[in-house]
Structure formats: C-alpha cells, structure tokens
C-alpha cells in the first residue's frame, strides 16, 4: 500500500522560505511520477511541481518557476519542495501525490486527475 505523507508547512512572513517534504512508502521501484499540488479556499487545484522518482528533469507550473525547487533523495524515499521569495498568493494546503509512469510527461504532469496516491496535504501560510 502506498503512503504519502508531508511535512513542513508553517506560516512565514513574504519572502520567506519553507522546505516541504514527502515521504514515500509502499514502492518496490521508482516507475513513479511524484508532483505537488496546491489549494486555496475557492480556488481549483494547482499544479506546482512534478519529478520522476527514477530519472529526468522537473517540471514546474508557471507561478514558481524560478522560485520554487523540487529535489529527490532516494535513499530515504523522501522528495523536497523548496521553496523560497514567498508571496502571499502561495497560501494553501500543499500535497504531494504520485502516479505510476515511466516518466513525468511535460503535457500532463499538471492533471490531477491522473494521480491515484495523495497525501494529506501540509498548510502554508504567507503574510504580506
């Protein structure tokens, strides 16, 4: 059984930084697509970031690129977000979820829909 956990929320002041974490259990390989998403009260789910588990690159939706970092160790079966020049707008509960995949595909790494492994989320607040 696949388990995703995050951890690292926390309310920081504009231009902060905060290092989320998630932490993988139930693979028995890395044929896995892991990505964050995010979501404020009344808005749709966002697309953060994506990375395969195994090999390849990130991907990053267009309101973090620059800022924001995702990193894998595989050793500890643990993905990282960093994210730093934080704005108000990045408030939301934050999730990470995975997908069986060869790879993360840069046309639909965003689609939530296709993940079937979600976390709790973990809440991130940014004052102005």
């Known amino acids: 059984q696949v388990q995703l956990v995050e951890s690292g929320g926390d309310s920081v002041q504009a231009g902060g930084s905060l290092m989320l974490s998630c932490a993988v259990s139930g693979y028995t390989d890395t044929d896995y697509c892991l990505a964050w998403f995010r979501q404020a009260p009344g808005k749709e789910r966002e697309g953060v970031a994506a990375l395969h588990a195994g090999a390849g690159s990130a991907f990053y939706g267009d309101s973090v690129k620059g800022r924001f970092a995702l990193s894998r160790d595989n050793a500890k079966n643990t993905m990282f977000l960093q994210m730093n020049s934080l704005i108000p707008e990045d408030t939301a509960t934050y999730y990470c979820?995975?997908?069986?995949?060869?790879?993360?595909?840069?046309?639909?790494?965003?689609?939530?829909?296709?993940?079937?492994?979600w976390g709790r989320g973990t809440q991130v607040t940014v004052s102005s």
């Open positions: 979820a995975t997908k069986l995949s060869l790879a993360c595909w840069g046309d639909d790494w965003s689609q939530w829909s296709r993940y079937i492994n």
